[in-house]
């Protein structure tokens, strides 16, 4: 007689746990001495919350939104603002900040969804952390996320300093399509679902999105690279040494590989680099415009 009642509790908190009214917001406060721009405004577990970037450290936090009082400041000689308007470009492809203009480099893991078995690099990725690193990012999409639950929850208690990059919740992508008509480019692809989706999975699993975005294929038209920067608020993304197609690493280098198994090449270049060569990985949030 008790596993209904178990059975209806279970439902009462999983429908409690999920994000309502999620909506795009641009409201500036400060907090303990800092200046932050709030660009979600949600209601979660019952608390009206909002999710904001300092504009300083570009470090995002999820917080009650009556813990805090918007008043305007300005935040134009802010490093977010200075790299949020560098990331506008009217490239096709690869588009957006490629490299941090600092000596050390920066690993970005795209998990795009996959149909291989087990689709995460977890060899590769422990052996990062057996090396001594930890920074590290993951572009995540929906799609991979909702499928490989295990890894994600391994991810979060494997001592990684992880920054969590939108790469949209589809991914959409069909071999032999022109680029103007794939990924997001897709005719009626809805933008708002692609990038808030991701967002609110990745809140409702206690993990904080970043105000990165790294644009599926690194494709998108300057309408879109716009409007996300503008009405989103987030900072696109690209790659100076995406190493499966043999872009070498600089000072500053965003690297990019896949960790979900559909691209080796770039996988064993990076286990070879981690033998042979000396890198210091930073923060993201470490990058300058």
Known sequence: MKKPLILFLLIINISMAQIKDYRLIHKTFELNGNRFLAIREFVWNGSQSILAVNVDTLRTIVLPENK?????????????????????SDKLHNGGIKNGNTEEVYLTVDLCPSSKKEPFELSTIKKFLNKGHKNIAFAISGRWFL??????????????????????????????L?????????????????????EKLLIENEITPSVFIRYPGLVADYRIRKIVAEKYGLIALGSDAWLAKGEKIRPGSIILIHGNKNEPAGIK?????????????????????
């Open 68 to 88: 805090i009082k918007f008043k305007q400041i300005d935040i134009k000689d802010s490093r977010y603002f200075h790299l949020l308007q560098k990331s506008v």
């Open 147 to 176: 499928k490989n639950k295990k890894f994600v929850e391994w991810i979060k208690n494997s001592g990684l300093n992880v920054v969590w990059i939108n790469h949209t919740f589809t991914h959409f992508y069909k071999k032999g």
């Open 178 to 198: 022109p680029l103007e008509q794939n990924f997001l480019l897709k005719k009626g692809t809805d933008l708002f679902y692609e990038i808030t989706a991701v």
């Open 269 to 289: 270049i990076f286990n070879k680099l981690l033998n042979s060569k000396k890198l210091e990985f930073g923060c993201l949030y470490n990058i300058k415009p």
